[in-house]
Antibody, heavy 119, light 109 residues
C-alpha cells in the first residue's frame, strides 16, 4: 500500500532554510488523481496547512507562509520537497507530508518529523 | 486566512453521542461542500474520518457522521467508545487553499 516518509534535518538554526523531503513508496506520485501536501503541527498546538503540489509542478501555498515557502516535485525519484526560509522558533513543529485526494481531504499521511529551530 | 473555530473540548460517556462544531465563513466552510475531519491520537499522525462534509473513507465506522449548515460543519460520534478519545480537527477548502480548525479534545468519561 502507499506510504509516505519524511526526511531531513531535525535541527535548523534561526534565519536559515528548513528543507524536508517526502518519499512516496508503493505508488506513483505522478497519478493525475492526487495532490501532495505539507502540514505542520507546533508542539501542543493544532494543524496548519503549508501548501500542496501537483505532479506537474502546480503549487498552492498558505497565504501566511507564501513568501517563505517553496514546494517542488521530483517525479523521477517519486519525491516532493519543502523549503521554508528565514525560520524562527515559531517554525518549530512536527512536519507531515500527506496525499490529498479531494479538495480538502488528506487520506494518507507520513509519520511526521520533528524540526526544532534553535541556535 | 483564519483558522476555523472549534470548541476546545467536549466530553461524553461510553455509549452516548457527542457533536463537535466547526465554524468558518462563507469563504470556506459555507462556500464549498469540501469539509473533512481528522482524528489524532497522541504522538500519531492524523487519520481522515470524514471528507466532502459527510462521506466516510473505507474502514471508518458508521458511528462517525458529518453534516453542514451554513458556515458551520459538525462531526457527530454516536455510541462513544473509549478509543474515540482523541483530538479532532476539521478542515475546509477555501478556494486556492486549505484551512484547519484549532482542534477539539474529546474526553470519554
Amino acid at each position: 500500500q502507499l506510504q509516505l516518509q519524511e526526511s531531513g534535518p531535525g535541527l535548523v538554526k534561526p534565519s536559515e532554510t528548513l528543507s524536508l523531503t517526502c518519499t512516496v513508496s508503493g505508488g506513483s506520485i505522478s497519478s493525475s488523481s492526487y495532490y501532495w501536501g505539507w502540514i505542520r503541527q507546533p508542539p501542543g498546538k493544532g494543524l496548519e496547512w503549508i501548501g500542496s503540489i501537483y505532479y506537474s509542478g502546480s503549487t498552492y501555498y498558505n497565504p501566511s507562509l507564501k513568501s517563505r515557502v517553496t514546494i517542488s516535485v521530483d517525479t523521477s525519484k517519486n519525491q516532493f520537497s519543502l523549503k521554508l526560509s528565514s525560520v524562527t522558533a515559531a517554525d518549530t513543529a512536527v512536519y507531515y507530508c500527506a496525499r490529498r485526494f479531494a479538495r480538502a481531504a488528506f487520506d494518507i499521511w507520513g509519520q511526521g518529523t520533528m524540526v526544532t529551530v534553535s541556535s | 486566512q483564519s483558522a476555523l473555530t472549534q470548541p476546545r473540548s467536549v466530553s461524553g460517556s461510553p455509549g452516548q453521542s457527542v457533536t463537535i462544531s466547526c465554524t468558518g465563513t462563507s469563504s470556506d466552510v459555507g462556500g464549498y461542500n469540501y469539509v473533512s475531519w481528522y482524528q489524532q491520537h497522541p504522538g500519531k499522525a492524523p487519520k481522515l474520518m470524514i471528507y466532502d462534509v459527510s462521506k466516510r473513507p473505507s474502514g471508518v465506522p458508521d458511528r462517525f457522521s458529518g453534516s453542514k449548515s451554513g458556515n458551520t460543519a459538525s462531526l457527530t460520534i454516536s455510541g462513544l467508545q473509549a478509543e474515540d478519545e482523541a483530538d479532532y480537527y476539521c478542515c475546509s477548502y477555501a478556494g486556492s487553499y486549505v484551512v484547519f480548525g484549532g482542534g477539539t479534545k474529546l474526553t470519554v468519561l
